[in-house]
């Protein structure tokens, strides 16, 4: 038997499956799927399994055989190896890249050395070698024969040459063997004795002198299960050494067991049972149970208002789907959204959840991950990543927030989740639910034209044209949406207001503060002023790295570049002319919170930002404590603006509308208003009213206008006109190639290389520009141009843009482009980055 390995090596030039025999011993374990230890380039490296086949005897005796075997189930399935080729294809990625994306961190192990003694140390006399000389020896037989190579030379830094003659000698063999970043936590756990009779009788028959034995005994006779042997020394106030004299006596028995890492261990959450749906819940909810029942994949468009029970809907649906045995995946865009959606899934179904998010340690992200192979868990809420949650029965995928651009990924494999939940839906028959109430204008577009040109009833046509649209159009007890008021920062500059709070929003705020109401404060920007320049000489502080201005921090007192890291102390003088009239412009949320400080005394404020949320739980606990009225002001970046459900939250007050608006991206006045739509959602979503005011400098823009109205169809009417001009999505796709070196004059002649061989492989394909034809089938090649920000950790960038429409092999073309680069290595001259349908072309 031979396997096809995947090896674990990043680059592009090895990234093609290598033969292996498969010993005897191992047929039958090693799997589609399994992560094996293989020979390659004289070492021994992780691989991945993605397929077996049958070759005559003489053929196998010529290949390597797999070193062994890493795990005794496979952590990825056949359809999870299936997913990873489509998304190596489809975003021009390695395949190692793909499957490493789908597994745990844990499971990401690295080849280590164990030595190990032999038969021949007892002929070389290693055996009776007691005294100083050779301490090292001494540890290994301490240690059953056998330790690290790594730790050995660690703990005997003075020894290095006489362990290697060891192992030259023979006397010590070393074998190389994958070990992972986590392990499986184990701790001693105290067992109650099995003859409870038995135990008594010893208990009586015992001598005085062992009371804190006796101590012991007694207690794991009244309290009769396991506890682990921390707890119960902490519960007896005794010592290890107590409890374990105890079991020598046989009173109790001690083993090491599994302990699970779980992150909401202790955590109670309330029992909820099903809400009463309302006549647009229960439309949508037949909707999706139809595909349910009929284990059919359909894509679903749920695009309902704020505060119209989405969410309800989606845990119905999830309850349907598990009555038919089917497990359910739940995405959500940011981790600022998981403790309370976590609270809701919980509170519906309990320990059948497992959560999923980069905040949570390796360890109990491994923990979790291995609760949902062992099928403990039935659904999974979490981020981007979730959507490879190894699941064997999927019956329905959640994307909440589905606009969100958070659900592609920046880094290779640069998937992005809506696309993979679809095919991934597709391999299981299972239903996907996009849900927002400001759609992508891709996902609304396709939904459009699925509902005009095709009925409802026909399912495969539905999945192949686009998602079906379901409206939800009003808010659960008819609520109103909250009324928008656009306040013109120039009007109140030129009435003399030089505050960041217009006459409004302060007045509003002094309101709330009377009532005992609570605010929501939106300001996309963070730290305490976006630059630092002088007004003598026009100085700006920039990143030494990137073509970046640095952010003032106030609290550390420090410059820093939100794109490196890089930071440095605030200057108290002008660097280059020296002038003391050196100042902070610009406003970030920590000058927000000291303003709020100073104009409303005794204002409780909790401020969430990337620099207030780094520790574990700062999420929960921020939100924890706002949901318990524990603060007045909820002020924070784009975090505070979705998922957000307080009952008091009255006012949203957004800071500067305007921060996103000019951004050098087509989809800036998408995400404006998508910005604007959803903080505005945050108020008035209970029985109180609720109102929002937002300050910009562009109160004609379509994209605030729209955003004052709710009014989303207005938005998208007007958006398109621009993309449709412009040829952008949704009536075009795009794939950004970017291109990186530290010497400028070598990037740029890649690029004119790179761009000169697309155009020609593009008119060999027969297939024109935007400009000819009817526009059906176009492929354009724009650029190279220097990146919007042209310089990022001492790399110059420049990119080039491939905008097309129609089945062209664009992405064929492109590979075709970037093997004409690249050297005898595989590998292109400059560093290069290809990101299909981007999000962002920063």
């Not at 020894?159 to 060891?166: G, R």
């Not at 519906?348 to 998010?357: C, I, K, L, N, S």
């Not at 129609?806 to 590979?815: E, R």
């Amino acid at each position: 038997m031979i396997a096809k390995v995947i090896v674990d090596v990043p680059s592009r030039a090895t990234d093609r499956p290598f033969d292996y025999a498969i010993p005897e011993d191992l047929i039958g374990w090693v799997e589609v799927g399994s992560r094996v230890g293989v020979p390659f380039g004289g070492r021994v490296l992780q691989g991945f399994v993605i397929g077996i086949a049958e070759f005559a005897d003489i053929e196998v005796k010529k290949l390597k055989p797999i070193a062994e075997l890493l795990d005794h189930l496979p952590p990825l399935s056949s359809d999870l190896v299936e997913l990873a080729q489509w998304i190596s294809d489809k975003y021009c990625c390695t395949l190692t890249a793909a499957l490493q994306a789908m597994i745990p961190s844990a499971l990401k192990g690295k080849a280590d050395s164990i030595v190990s003694l032999t038969e021949d140390s007892e002929v070389d006399g290693l055996n009776v070698v007691q005294d100083d000389s050779e301490p090292w020896l001494a540890f290994i037989r301490q240690n059953g024969g056998s330790v690290r190579l790594a730790a050995l030379q660690e703990r005997f830094p003075g020894s290095a040459a006489s362990i290697k003659a060891a192992i030259q000698r023979g006397t010590l063999s070393e074998q190389v063997k994958i070990r992972d970043r986590l392990a499986v936590r184990k701790v001693l756990t105290v067992f109650p004795p099995e003859d409870k009779q038995a135990a008594s009788e010893a208990l009586s028959a015992s001598s005085t002198r062992a009371a804190k034995q006796q101590e012991v005994l007694r207690y794991m006779l009244a309290n009769p299960v396991p506890i682990t042997l921390a707890a119960l020394a902490l519960e007896l106030s005794t010592t290890s050494g107590t409890i374990k004299a105890a079991a020598e006596k046989g009173w109790v028995a001690i083993r090491e067991t599994e302990q699970q890492r779980d992150p909401y261990a202790g955590r109670d959450f309330k029992q909820t049972e099903p809400l009463h749906l309302t006549e647009g819940q229960q439309a949508v909810y037949e909707e999706i149970a139809d595909a349910l029942d009929q284990e059919i994949s359909r894509v679903f468009l749920l695009h309902g208002v704020t505060g119209s029970g989405k969410t309800e809907v989606y845990l119905q649906t999830i309850e349907r789907c598990l009555n038919y045995e089917r497990q359910a995946i739940v995405l959500v865009p940011e981790i600022a959204l998981t403790p309370q959606m976590v609270e809701r899934f919980k509170g519906r179904f309990g320990d059948a959840v497992a959560v999923m998010h980069s905040r949570l340690s390796s360890g109990e992200r491994y923990d979790e991950w291995r609760k949902i192979r062992e099928g403990r868990a039935e659904v999974v809420v979490g981020a981007r990543s979730a959507i490879f949650s190894p699941f064997k029965r999927i019956g329905l995928i959640i994307i909440d927030e589905e606009h969100e651009s958070s659900y592609k990924q920046e880094e290779s494999p640069k998937y992005h989740a809506r696309d993979v939940a679809v095919w991934r839906a597709r391999q299981h028959g299972a239903a996907v639910v996009l849900g927002s109430a400001t759609p992508s204008l891709e996902t609304y577009a396709a939904a459009s034209a699925a509902r005009a040109s095709e009925p409802q009833s026909n399912a495969n046509a539905a999945v192949k044209r686009g998602a079906a649209l379901l409206p939800m159009p009003t808010r659960v007890g008819g609520r109103p949406l909250p009324k928008v008021h656009l306040v013109d920062m120039r009007d109140e500059l030129k009435g003399g207001n030089r505050s960041m709070f217009s006459r409004q929003l302060h007045e509003a705020l002094l309101q709330r503060l009377e009532r005992g109401e609570q605010s929501v404060l939106l300001l996309n920007r963070r730290g305490y002023s976006t630059f630092v320049m002088c007004r003598s000489c026009g100085y700006t502080a920039q990143c030494p790295h990137c073509d970046i201005s640095l952010t003032y921090h106030q609290k550390s007192k420090a410059l820093r570049c939100h794109y490196c890291g890089h930071a440095e102390q605030a200057p108290s003088a002008c660097p280059s002319c020296e002038s003391e009239h050196i100042r902070f412009f610009g406003t970030g949320t920590q000058r927000v919170e000291e303003e709020l400080a100073k104009l409303f005394p005794g204002i409780r404020v909790i401020r969430m930002d990337v620099d207030t949320t780094t520790e574990k739980g700062s999420h929960e606990k921020w939100l924890t404590m706002f949901g318990e009225r524990q603060a007045d002001v909820l002020l924070g970046t784009q975090m505070v603006a979705k998922g957000l459900d307080f009952p008091y939250v009255t006012l949203v007050g957004v800071i500067a509308a305007d921060t996103s608006l000019h951004l050098p991206d087509f989809r800036a006045a998408e995400k404006t208003f998508q910005l604007l739509t959803q903080v505005a959602g945050r108020a008035g979503r209970h029985e109180l009213p609720g109102e929002v005011i937002v300050q910009t400098y562009n109160p004609e823009h379509y994209a605030v206008i729209t955003a004052k109205h709710h009014d989303y169809d207005a938005f998208v009417q007007e958006e398109l006109k621009h993309r449709r001009f412009m040829s952008y999505p949704p009536y075009c796709r795009l794939i950004l190639v970017t291109l990186s070196h530290e010497q400028l004059a070598l990037l740029i002649t890649t690029g004119e290389k790179l761009a000169s061989s697309l155009r020609e492989l593009a008119q060999a394909s027969g297939v024109g520009s935007s400009d000819d034809g009817d526009g059906s089938r176009f492929i354009d090649i724009l650029g190279p141009v220097a990146s919007p920000i042209p310089r990022m950790k001492d790399r110059y960038r420049f990119q080039c843009m491939i905008k097309y429409r129609g089945n062209v092999g664009a992405i064929d073309i492109l590979k075709q482009a970037v093997a004409h680069l690249s050297g005898p290595q595989g590998q292109p001259p400059v560093q290069l980055s290809i990101d299909v349908d981007p999000q962002m072309i920063l």
